[in-house]
């Protein structure tokens, strides 16, 4: 659905459809169209492995997951907060680090999928069979395993329109209207571009971190590495 994909922001980043990593036509008309994005200046998620300290910003998450995206940009904010609330100024070792999503929504799972797989994952995460994606289950657990503790970030379901998830299924099967269209691109514009400035607490309320005993291991479904 490429109608009127017009956004009037002081231009800072055009996304290039090569760059794309998993697009689905939208960085294709934005370049058809020659628009371009304003992307909010904020800290990125800074995680370690073997070492190396990763820095993703969001500009690099939405890259990687082919254009600018409200899944994206919730999943983002939630990794901030949640991070933050379990290792505060420290920045976390991946393999410290256990995350569960109860939104099967191809944002979110392509930002969780560039911060503890990163971008040469062999292929992308997929949602269990069953699992439908809604303002109420933008919801997300980070547990750290070095002190068993765990917080679970919700979003406030009336940050997202009740009618935008409707929406995004006649997108998918192209039965959207002109003027649903218009409806779903505001939506999905005002959420970019306003999720970033928002504070934690307007997002996502005041989750209190919390103790934990586990027993087993806690590995992905499937491998998800590249060889």
Not at 60 to 75: E, I, L, N, Q
Not at 199 to 221: D, H, M, Q, R, V
């Amino acid at each position: 659905m490429c109608k009127k994909l017009w956004i009037s922001l002081t231009a800072l980043l055009l996304f290039a459809p090569a760059s794309s990593v998993f697009a689905d036509g939208c960085s294709e008309c934005h370049a058809e169209k020659g628009v371009r994005e304003s992307i909010a200046s904020i800290a990125p998620i800074k995680i370690n492995e073997n070492g190396v300290t990763h820095s993703i910003t969001l500009s690099d998450a939405f890259r990687f997951h082919g254009h600018s995206c409200p899944g994206v940009t919730t999943a983002f904010r939630a990794l901030q907060y949640g991070i933050f609330l379990l290792f505060g100024e420290e920045i976390p070792e991946k393999k410290d680090l256990v995350i569960f999503s109860e939104t099967p929504a191809r944002g979110s799972l392509d930002m969780l999928d560039l911060v503890m797989i990163g971008e040469k994952g062999a292929k992308r995460t997929t949602a269990p069979e069953g699992m439908k994606a809604s303002r109420e289950n933008f919801s997300y657990t980070l547990y750290r395993k070095s002190t068993g503790t765990a917080v679970d970030i919700q979003l406030i379901p009336a940050h997202y329109p009740k009618d935008f998830f409707e929406l995004k299924r006649k997108q998918s099967t192209q039965k959207l209207s002109s003027e649903e269209w218009d409806r779903l691109h505001n939506y999905m514009k005002t959420i970019i571009l306003t999720f970033p400035q928002k504070s934690f607490e307007s997002l996502f309320g005041n989750p209190k971190p919390y103790k934990t005993i586990t027993w087993g291991s806690l590995l992905p479904a499937h491998d998800n590495t590249s060889e």
